[in-house]
């Protein structure tokens, strides 16, 4: 079955440290992106990728970084600097609209929630 | 801030009724999408509906898009237990060069069976 695939589904760290968020796509989809959620609250764009080698600060950039090395592979580093990291993180896909197809809908992984010590 | 706004913020009502949940947004766009999240869980597209469409159905789900009132409504009729849920529009804006959703603040919606 074609999907998002995030892990760890749970992930504990200590203040100070940097931890990964793996999501790995196999649906052939160009675009790529991370959100995060607080607890109540809606989605908050942190980073996307349109294509691989490159991508693009969302709204909360700060304490985030990104690499996009593969088309399927989108990881996530939480850094030390991002000073309240405790959050549900969430990360999407989709193919590239077309004039003619208009696809534009996103997919998302189960997500990754994460709790600092 | 461009982020849709929803209200309401929380809706709870019987099974067999219908829920009505509302978007607005502030700037134009090319279309607006609902999403489902199941709670601890990732989202779910329901529905897209372009700026030139007014009205769009699929199953049990309505939607409405006002553009000159820049609103747009969710309608699921018939409720069931098992759309307890919250509902995120998510709009895609024309004015920027950004390429990427931006998502409202949800609707909790508790149908009680």
């Known amino acids: 079955d074609g999907g998002i695939t995030q892990s760890p589904k749970y992930l504990f760290r200590k203040e100070g440290q940097n931890v990964t968020l793996s999501c790995e796509q196999n649906?052939?989809?160009?675009?790529m992106y991370w959100y995060r959620q607080d607890p109540g609250q809606g989605l908050r764009l942190i980073y996307y990728s349109q294509i691989v080698n490159d991508f693009q600060k969302g709204d909360i950039a700060e304490g985030y970084s990104v690499s996009r090395e593969k088309k399927e592979s989108f990881p996530l580093t939480v850094t030390s600097a991002q000073k309240n990291p405790t959050a549900f993180y969430l990360c999407?896909?989709?193919?590239?609209?077309?004039?003619?197809?208009?696809?534009?809908?996103?997919?998302f992984g189960a997500g990754s929630r994460l709790t600092v010590l | 801030s461009q982020q849709g706004e929803e209200d309401p913020q929380a809706l709870s009502i019987q099974e067999g009724e219908n829920a009505t949940m509302n978007c607005s947004y502030k700037?134009?766009?090319?279309?607006l999408q609902w999403y489902r999240q199941n709670s601890g869980r990732g989202l779910v597209h329901l529905i897209l509906i372009r700026s030139n469409e007014r009205e769009k159905h699929s199953g049990r789900l309505r939607v409405t898009l006002d553009t000159s009132k820049k609103s747009s409504s969710l309608l699921i009729t018939a409720s069931r237990a098992a759309d307890t849920a919250s509902y995120f529009c998510?709009?895609?804006?024309?004015?920027?060069?950004?390429?990427?959703?931006?998502f409202g603040s949800g609707t909790r919606l508790q149908v009680q069976p």
């Open positions: 999407a896909s989709k193919r590239q609209s077309t004039a003619l197809s208009g696809a534009n809908v996103l997919t």
């Open positions: 700037t134009s766009i090319n279309n």
């Open positions: 649906l052939n989809h160009d675009a």
């Open positions: 998510a709009t895609d804006f024309m004015d920027t060069g950004r390429r990427a959703l931006t």
